[in-house]
């Protein structure tokens, strides 16, 4: 670590501007104390994972934004080496939602980086992320981050449409259908499923919603306009990213669900359904 990654580290630390945070986080903690106070009082029961979660959270985003800070000053090649790491974290929270599914893991990995990393790739190339490290860093791991959302859903309506319908596959089978067409429906619908909360988001721009880019890059000074372009096209970078992610691990897990004589494997749809 240089001298001057130190000081930028150190400098951003000492801003005024984190006091200020930490006085919106009491503020905003406020608010969360008033739901948790219905919680208790309905015995909802699960305001011990708000308060876990939310203790994660606050550590993990103020952690990340220190990291940022000393990454920002460092070589432009690390930024490879960051995205890596975010690509395999997100394969690893996602494939939880199917991890009765062999290799779940090692598809989620490679579909999410085939997806996110693609998309990455050509959007430098075509100047929309700039090659820097902080475009790099945040576009890319928002990218990432929905990516691996649209993973995750997909994993767990696939493995939820298979123990639902697992009569009908194996009549299917039974009949000398494939395995891809027995379950090409599910696979569809799994699909489709995964890419609704982009879809809809995409529909409410501008009308239900200003995201959180558009409306920073407006508060910054910048033109409307191009603020609200530029939204749009990051959009369509997490739609990209995120349908060729459960495109691609679709295709690789739905091998994984059969044995070598082209039927349901029983342990992976036991171990589904358990």
Not at 119 to 145: H, K, P, Q
Not at 179 to 202: E, H, K
Not at 251 to 261: E, G, H, N, Q, Y
Request: proline fraction near 3%.
């Amino acid at each position: 670590m240089t001298e001057a990654t130190i000081d930028t580290f150190v400098e951003q630390a000492t801003d005024p501007v984190v006091i200020t945070g930490f006085v919106q986080i009491l503020t905003a903690t406020v608010l969360a104390a008033i739901v948790l106070g219905v919680v208790y009082a309905r015995e909802l029961d699960f305001e011990r994972e708000v308060l876990t979660t939310s203790g994660r959270g606050l550590v993990q985003v103020v952690a990340a934004g220190a990291v940022i800070g000393v990454l920002l000053a460092a070589h432009l090649a690390w930024a490879t080496v960051v995205l890596a790491f975010m690509i395999c974290v997100a394969g690893w929270i996602s494939h939880k939602r199917g991890d009765a599914i062999p290799g779940v893991f090692r598809t989620s990995v490679l579909s999410i980086g085939f997806g996110a990393g693609l998309v990455i790739v050509m959007m430098t190339v075509a100047g929309a992320i700039e090659t820097t490290m902080r475009d790099l860093i945040v576009i890319g791991s928002m990218i990432i981050a929905n990516a691996m959302k649209t993973n995750s859903l997909v994993l767990d309506r696939f493995t939820g449409e298979l123990a639902a319908n697992r009569p009908e596959i194996e009549a299917m089978l039974s009949v000398g259908g494939s395995p891809d067409r027995a379950i090409n429906q599910y696979v569809s619908t799994s699909v489709y499923a995964s890419i609704i909360p982009i879809l809809d988001s995409i529909k409410s721009l501008g009308i239900v919603q200003i995201p959180g880019l558009m409306a920073g890059m407006i508060i910054a000074g910048a033109n409307p306009i191009y603020a609200a372009q530029y939204q749009f096209v990051i959009m369509l970078m997490i739609f990209a990213a995120g349908g060729l992610t459960v495109v691609v691990n679709t295709m690789l897990i739905s091998r994984r669900v059969f044995t070598d004589a082209k039927q349901l494997d029983d342990s992976v749809l036991d171990a589904i359904e358990t």
